[in-house]
Structures are given as C-alpha cells and as structure tokens.
C-alpha cells in the first residue's frame, strides 16, 4: 500500500447537489494531484496542489475546487454535481523533487 | 505529455506467453514514463517506470523500453501469470508540471 487515503469510499449524491472529498497524503509528500476516472477510461488531471497553492488546472469547469492544507492534506469540492460528475476519484501525492505518483484508493462518486 | 495514446485496447495471451503494450506521446520534452497496473475496485499501482536518460529497465518479468527519436515507449510482460491479468495504463508528464496525463488504457487478460 502506498500510505495515501482518502474518504469516504463510496458516496451517493442527487444532482444539483455538492460534494467534499478527503486525501491524505503520504508521508513527507507535499504535492497532491486529484484525477477523475470514469468508468473504462484512463484517469483525468483535475489539478495539483503544492504547499496549499493550487499548481495546475486540467480541462475542468470551475465547479471543480479545491483546498490543500497546512500538513498537506487535500480536499476536492464539487458544485451543482451532473450525472457524467459520477466516477472514481483518485488523488496521488508526490514529492516536490519527484515525478513519482503514488495513488489513493479513490472514492466512488455517483450521482443520481 | 499532454497527449498519450495506447495500444492495444485489450490483450489475451496464454499463461506463459509474453505481452506488450505500445504507448506514444506528443510532448518531446517529457523525460519520465510510468506504467500503472490497475485492478478491478483498486487504486492504479506503480509498477515500473523510465526515465528519458535510459533506453530500457527492467524488474524481474517486466520491462520499459523507451524511443525518445520515435517518442513511444513500451511495457513487456515475459511469462504471464493469472495474475498479471489487470489494466495497464502508461502516463507522461504534462508540460511544466508534475501530474500526469494518462492513456486510454490496455486490459490484459492471461487464460490459464
């Protein structure tokens, strides 16, 4: 295992509505990376926080924010939630000399 | 970086027999290469990766090559087991930061 967590596991939401995911990083990892994976597909840049300033911005609307914290921990809210928001989502934590990734196991997101 | 594609989409080999998977990527400054194995409800895990100083690394029954002329690399499997069965996706950078842009990804499933 990899040392990142996130929460919850699975979550259940109505349209319209918004959501909080939690990470945690690895330890001594100050970069957090958040993706979304839909299902059969490769995951998708969210963003990346680093030393809680927001480091980058994939193809995502502004609905999509987030927060990094103080010991590196990391949340990604979602607004006004649409159905194709359902999906896994998974943050990676890194160091900032380092390109390796290590993943969370991800929450599941569906929205009804 | 930025656009990764992968090949094949699925692949079925007999146990005992090897597996490569093709990735190729458009950013030529991109410099580190991982491949991630992903099975079903779990996290992408990190199973080897390359970087642009080296043409080819290996551990144990896996190996990355890399072709920076060409910009492709690829992941070779020798003797299959069961248990490789999973997806793999490749990754690059993406321009200027430490996140990832992933490809499409390959199923691979090893009949015993």
């Known amino acids: 295992e990899t040392g990142v967590t996130q929460s919850p596991t699975h979550l259940i939401k109505t349209r319209g509505q918004q959501v909080t995911l939690r990470c945690s990083s690895q330890s001594g990892h100050n970069t957090v990376s958040w993706y979304q994976q839909a299902l059969g597909q490769g995951p998708q840049f969210i963003f990346q926080y680093y030393r809680e300033e927001e480091n980058g911005r994939g193809n995502f609307p502004p609905r999509f924010s987030g927060l990094q914290f103080p010991n590196y921990s990391s949340e990604l809210n979602v607004n006004a939630l649409e159905l194709d928001d359902s999906a896994l989502y998974l943050c990676?934590?890194?160091?900032?000399?380092?390109?390796?990734?290590?993943f969370g196991p991800g929450t599941r997101l569906t929205v009804l | 970086g930025e656009n990764v594609e992968q090949h094949p989409s699925t692949l079925s080999v007999q146990e005992g027999d090897s597996a490569v998977i093709k990735c190729t990527y458009s950013?030529?400054?991109?410099?580190?290469f991982p491949w991630y194995k992903q099975e079903l409800g779990k996290r992408p895990q990190l199973i080897i990766d390359?970087?642009?100083?080296?043409g080819e690394k290996k551990d144990q029954r896996i190996a990355v090559t890399l072709n920076k002329t060409a910009k492709h690399f690829s992941l070779h499997i020798t003797e299959t087991q069961p248990e490789d069965s999973a997806v793999y996706f490749c990754a690059a950078p993406r321009t200027g930061r430490r996140a990832l842009t992933f490809g499409s990804g390959t199923r691979l499933q090893v009949q015993p």
């Open positions: 390359i970087r642009s100083n080296v």
């Open positions: 990676a934590s890194s160091s900032g000399d380092t390109d390796t990734q290590y």
């Open positions: 950013d030529s400054a991109s410099n580190y």
